[in-house]
């Protein structure tokens, strides 16, 4: 069974053959529901929604309409994924949502229905739209009558009270894990010396948009970004596919090997978790970190019950001909990082940071 998102936009409804499209819904209905975004609110949940910068959607919100939507929560029973042309291409999609939009689309007269056509899509606009997931979705019946009008605006419009609030979109949005410095999350923050949340995901700008972060510096190939959190300000580091902070191969296969972690948010899997923290600590840094030398042989003896004494980590070419064995092994390469800000030994001249820069790079 899959969970599924349809909107019908407000351009659409006005249409006199309204009724006429309506009536093309086959599937299971979980819940049918009108939705007003007030006109100051409607480009910034348009945005998001669709994950294209504002100035990208003025196109698109001629086609929606700025007025009340009629949303639907579907239930399709039996998915059958065939190859339909889309406007990305040749794509396997769920045949019986992607053949209502297109029939709504035709009946109406143009783009003012959305529709979600895989399951990736369904959960994540669901989650955006409703706050609920779509397995949670699954476990309702059908609707027996219209819900309460709404004004709701997505998840996290308003900031977060909590950042399990935000791993809980991330989960359902967005590939991503926790880099490190997570053994306290979601409730301890910060570890002493490491004053923000290091992730990597799979897109940095769809990221940025579902986080509502804002830049904290103004270079473009900087990735630290703020949002609000209760009230208080809290940094994340946005490291992504092909930013060469990592070879991106081994960037794409931490995604593939990630593991749910207690707090209920994606991590490293042990491994890894290693091998990148090594790697982040003698390629990454000027010197050993103490609190790093001191995990890193708490993990190797928890690991493959090696024992390596503190001190080695602080020989930088010891250290080195251990991850190098590693990365070997894999095919991985050393790589220098996008983010010129970040320092990196194999980086021909180093950027020269301002103390309050430097404190970022934790």
């Known amino acids: 069974m899959e969970a599924h998102l349809l909107i019908v936009w407000a351009n659409g409804l006005a249409k006199p053959q309204a009724a006429d499209a309506l009536d093309l819904i086959r599937l299971p209905v979980l819940r049918r529901q009108r939705l007003l975004w007030p006109g100051d609110r409607f480009m910034a949940n348009l945005s998001r929604f669709y994950d294209r910068d504002i100035a990208t959607l003025q196109l698109k919100s001629h086609e929606t309409g700025l007025g009340e939507c009629l949303t639907f929560v579907l239930r399709d029973d039996a998915p059958r994924y065939e190859a339909r042309l889309t406007s990305t291409g040749l794509r396997l999609v769920n045949a019986a949502m992607f053949d209502l939009r297109e029939a709504m689309r035709v009946r109406l007269g143009g783009n003012m229905v959305h529709a979600t056509v895989t399951a990736e899509e369904g959960r994540r606009d669901l989650y955006l739209l409703t706050g609920q997931r779509a397995d949670a979705w699954l476990q309702q019946p059908a609707m027996a009558e219209e819900a309460a009008p709404s004004q709701a605006d997505l998840v996290g419009a308003h900031g977060w009270k909590h950042l399990d609030e935000?791993?809980?979109?991330?989960n359902e949005a967005l590939p991503y894990l926790v880099l490190r410095n997570f053994e306290g999350l979601p409730d301890q923050i910060y570890v002493p010396g490491h004053n923000d949340v290091d992730m990597l995901v799979s897109n940095r700008d769809a990221a940025v948009r579902l986080l509502g972060g804002k830049p904290v510096f103004p270079q473009p190939w900087r990735v630290h970004y703020s949002i609000d959190l209760n009230g208080h300000d809290v940094r994340f580091d946005l490291r992504h596919i092909g930013d060469k902070y990592y070879d991106t191969r081994w960037e794409l296969d931490l995604l593939s090997r990630r593991i749910m972690a207690p707090g209920g948010f994606y991590r490293p899997e042990p491994i890894d978790y290693f091998y990148t923290l090594l790697y982040h600590a003698v390629v990454h840094k000027r010197a050993m970190k103490p609190d790093y030398a001191e995990r890193l042989s708490r993990m190797a003896a928890d690991l493959a019950g090696w024992t390596i004494a503190q001190d080695l980590f602080f020989d930088r070419n010891r250290a080195l001909e251990i991850l190098s064995r590693h990365m070997n092994g894999r095919g991985y390469?050393?790589?220098?990082?996008?983010?010129?800000?970040?320092?990196?030994?194999?980086?021909?001249?180093q950027p020269q940071q301002q103390p309050q820069q430097q404190a970022q790079q934790q």
């Not at 935000?166 to 991330?170: D, P, Q, T, V």
């Not at 983010?339 to 980086?347: A, E, Q, T």
Request: proline share 14%; with cysteine; aromatic share 18%.
């Open 166 to 170: 935000i791993f809980a979109l991330f």
């Open 333 to 349: 390469k050393p790589t220098v990082p996008s983010d010129h800000s970040v320092f990196c030994i194999f980086r021909p001249q």
